[in-house]
């Protein structure tokens, strides 16, 4: 148990919907990170949170948004979704510090992922 | 743009052989992790490498960190099916801050 935890385990959607999915990450980390692993694209880096603000974007579509709230708990809002986003997204969390005001790459912890298949 | 590139892709293999995953970039990374992940679950961390030239150890698997911190290399000695999994290499740092750069990942399957 990587201390991290996401929810919903599964999520069955139709095209156009919109969900959310939540994840908490390990006590005292400050970091949290959204990925997607589809079968043929592996596993992808979408977005990072640090201490409630955005850190890092990476390839995440105009139709994903996520936040971090004061908790740290983060969730990541899919819209308008497509066939194509069907995948399983995970939540790391890491406790990254600053150092000059970027972030200080440390391990990362992984939850156990929410899998969305949209119909 | 950090690439990462993972060899072999597949790998099946009988219990009791030995094994090398590869992992390797052009890019520098601060620091490298290696994950093992079951279908449908999380990556699951095994080892995270950070010093070049470093050598860990974890039982019957040994990682490297390559001189350069450009590649890495995981050795898995008599394997077991208990080892069958998806194998994931990931680089962090250089240009890409916080994020993790994976691997495509290695499929080992351990024949009994």
Not at chain 1, 54 to 75: T, V, W, Y
Not at chain 2, 55 to 79: M, Y
Request: glycine share 12%.
């Amino acid at each position: 148990d990587s201390g991290v935890t996401q929810t919903p385990k599964h999520l069955i959607t139709a095209t156009g919907q919109r969900v959310t999915l939540r994840c908490s990450p390990r006590s005292g980390d400050l970091s949290v990170y959204w990925y997607q692993q589809s079968l043929d694209q592996g596993l992808q880096f979408l977005i990072q949170y640090y201490n409630g603000e955005e850190r890092a974007k990476g390839n995440i579509l105009e139709r994903f948004s996520a936040q971090q709230f004061p908790d740290l708990h983060s969730e990541l809002n899919l819209s308008s979704l497509e066939l194509g986003d069907s995948a399983l997204y995970f939540c790391a969390s890491s406790g990254t510090g600053t150092s000059g005001g970027r972030a200080v790459r440390d391990t990362q912890y992984f939850g156990p992922g929410t899998r969305l298949t949209v119909l | 743009t950090q690439l990462l590139e993972q060899s072999p892709q597949f790998l099946s293999i009988q219990e009791g052989e030995n094994l090398t995953v590869y992992c390797n970039s052009s890019s520098v990374f601060s620091s490298l992790q290696w994950y093992r992940q079951e279908p449908g679950e999380g990556p699951v961390l095994l080892v995270t490498v950070v010093t070049g030239g470093e050598v860990k150890k974890l039982k019957r698997l040994t990682f490297q960190f390559g001189d350069a911190r450009k590649d890495s290399s995981l050795h898995i000695t008599a394997a077991q099916t208990g080892d069958t999994g998806l194998y994931l290499c990931a680089g962090a740092g250089g240009t890409s801050y916080g994020k993790l750069t994976f691997g495509q990942g290695t499929i080992l399957t351990v024949h009994p």
